[in-house]
C-alpha cells in the first residue's frame, strides 16, 4: 500500500508560477555554461507535483521529458577459447581429412632422403 506524497510548500508554490525557458535547462552565457535554476532532481521532483496535482507540466514552462532510451542487448562476450572452437573444429577436421596424402608424401619423401644416402658402387 502506497503512501500519500507530501511535498514541501516551496515546491507547491512553483506550481502556480510559470517559469522561463533557461530554469530548466543550462544556457551559454560569455563562453561559460550556467546551470539550470532547477536540477534534474527537483525537475522530476516537480513534475511528479504536478501530475499528483492535476497541472500540465507544460503549463508552468516545463519542457517535455525525455523519451528513455532502449538498452540494446549484446550477446555475451564469453571466452576466447569459446569463441574460436568452432573454427579450430574445422581446422582439425580439414586436417585429418588432408592427412592420408600428408602422410604418402612424408612416405615418399623419406624413401627419397633414403636412396640418396646409399653409395652408388655395388659393395
Not at 560569455?30 to 546551470?35: C, G, K, L, V
Not at 608424401?105 to 646409399?118: F, H, Q, R, V, Y
Amino acid at each position: 500500500m502506497a503512501t500519500a506524497r507530501k511535498f514541501s510548500e516551496k515546491v507547491l508554490k512553483h506550481l502556480k508560477t510559470t517559469h522561463p525557458e533557461n530554469a530548466f535547462s543550462p544556457t551559454f552565457v560569455n563562453n561559460f555554461w550556467r546551470s539550470p535554476k532547477f536540477s534534474l532532481r527537483r525537475q522530476a521532483e516537480l513534475r511528479k507535483a504536478c501530475l499528483l496535482n492535476n497541472v500540465d507540466p507544460a503549463s508552468i514552462g516545463m519542457p517535455e521529458p525525455k523519451p528513455q532510451k532502449i538498452m540494446q542487448k549484446k550477446p555475451p562476450k564469453g571466452h576466447k577459447q569459446q569463441r574460436e572452437y568452432a573454427a579450430k573444429q574445422e581446422k582439425i577436421q580439414k586436417n585429418l581429412d588432408d592427412m592420408p596424402q600428408k602422410i604418402q608424401k612424408w612416405k615418399m619423401d623419406l624413401a627419397k632422403e633414403k636412396e640418396k644416402l646409399k653409395p652408388s658402387l655395388p659393395f
